[in-house]
T-cell receptor
């Protein structure tokens, strides 16, 4: 089965530093997403991306966050100035079509630790 | 009221047992519903979609009651590999905005 791949699997950074989390969605998918999960908490939606623009974003996705699809294969999440509370597992996901009709595939996540 | 409410468990059951999970959701406009499973510190994986008429996939049966805003999952003949957290996930109505609950933890023992 095709996979969404995420790198790195673990990222440690100092508070205030910028981080970029990278994802390679499944090649024929058109919709891309970022979710996050703070340890012991529920999975939370951050942002969805389609046709080279943000489709929807949650309240969590403030000005410190940005997403980009710099080429035909990568999908990145940038956190401009990390805070301690940004420590979480970040999951990238993709789907071929809208999630009502198509399965959402998640990557295995990047564990971000902000010190 | 929370968007999704589930009994956190844990449900500790022996192999072969039948176990049922329930979930209530608050957004009456939700149109699509899913059950995901999540192993410890892993990504969520789609278990099954939930259809209005109820649906079955092998040992798993899902039911939806829109009037009560209630979803259920039944697992028959539990296997050790079914041990995981089961997440009830209504679709929030926008692209990709799946609303995850905290899930119900299942532990199947030999």
């Amino acid at each position: 089965e095709p996979e969404v791949t995420q790198t790195p699997s673990h990222q440690v950074t100092q508070m205030g530093q910028e981080v970029i989390l990278r994802c390679v969605p499944i090649s024929n998918h058109l919709y891309f997403y970022w979710y996050r999960q703070i340890l012991g908490q529920k999975v939370e939606f951050l942002v969805s991306f389609y046709n080279n623009e943000i489709s929807e974003k949650s309240e969590i996705f403030d000005d410190q966050f940005s997403v980009e699809r710099p080429d035909g294969s990568n999908f990145t999440l940038k956190i401009r100035s990390t805070k301690l509370e940004d420590s979480a597992m970040y999951f990238c996901a993709s789907s071929r079509g809208q999630v009502t009709n198509e399965k959402l595939f998640f990557g295995s996540g990047t564990q971000l630790s902000v010190l | 009221r929370k968007e999704v409410e589930q009994d956190p468990g844990p449900f500790n059951v022996p192999e072969g047992a039948t176990v049922a999970f329930n979930c209530t959701y608050s957004n009456s406009a939700s149109q699509s519903f899913f059950w995901y499973r999540q192993d410890c510190r892993k990504e969520p994986k789609l278990l099954m979609s939930v259809y209005s008429s109820g649906n079955e996939d092998g040992r798993f049966t899902a039911q939806l009651n829109r009037a009560s805003q209630y979803i259920s999952l039944l697992i028959r003949d539990s296997k050790l590999s079914d041990s995981a957290t089961y997440l009830c996930v209504p679709y929030g109505g926008s692209q990709g905005n799946l609303i995850f609950g905290k899930g119900t933890k299942l532990s199947v023992k030999p």
